[in-house]
Structures are given as structure tokens and as C-alpha cells.
């Protein structure tokens, strides 16, 4: 379980905590016959530079996480042209049907 915080937070992570520590375990017992072996990582190498970009931040988290991207930094112009692609992107989709 990856948790991702964009503002980094204390606040944030302590009640990420209880949900990461309550709900897998919890799923796992009643709707699993599998162990309940996993990790919780916590996500503190970006720091979102904004308050607004918190949902383009997680997809920059999930990018480095699926992709093994490296990002360094990240800056709102980077976040804001990050938008667009992901916009036009949906959009090409949509018109492909």
C-alpha cells in the first residue's frame, strides 16, 4: 500500500494510518482466504507546491510508482501542462470510439 500525502502533512498521515492499518486487514479477514501479508510505504519524496494540484499530484505518485519514473521535482507549470495532456489524451479517446 502505497500512501500518498501531496502536502506532506502529519495530520494527513495519521489518519491515513488508521485507514491503511484498519481496511486491508479487515478485507482481507472477511472477503479473502489469502494471508495478510502486505507493506504500508509512505510517499514523501514531492512536496505539491500548491494548495489545487492535490489530484494531478497523486497521478504524478501513481506515475512513478506503475512506471518507475524518477521526478526530482515538481513545479505548478509542470503540474498545469500535465493537466492538458491528460486531458487531450481523454479526449482523443473519447473520439476514437
Not at 472477511?30 to 507546491?49: A, C, N, V, W
Not at 515538481?74 to 491528460?86: A, G, Q, T
Amino acid at each position: 500500500i502505497q500512501r500518498a500525502n501531496p502536502c506532506v502533512l502529519d495530520s494527513y498521515y495519521t489518519r491515513l494510518d488508521g485507514v491503511c492499518n484498519t481496511y486491508p486487514r479487515w478485507s482481507l479477514q472477511h472477503l479473502s482466504k489469502r494471508s495478510g501479508d502486505f507493506k504500508i510505504e509512505k510517499m514523501t519524496e514531492l512536496r505539491q507546491p500548491d494548495g489545487y494540484n492535490c489530484g494531478m499530484m497523486i497521478l504524478v505518485y501513481a506515475m512513478i510508482h506503475i512506471k518507475k519514473m524518477e521526478i526530482l521535482e515538481v513545479i505548478s507549470r509542470h503540474l498545469e501542462s500535465l493537466r492538458l495532456r491528460f486531458f487531450v489524451q481523454g479526449i482523443k479517446e473519447v473520439l476514437s470510439r
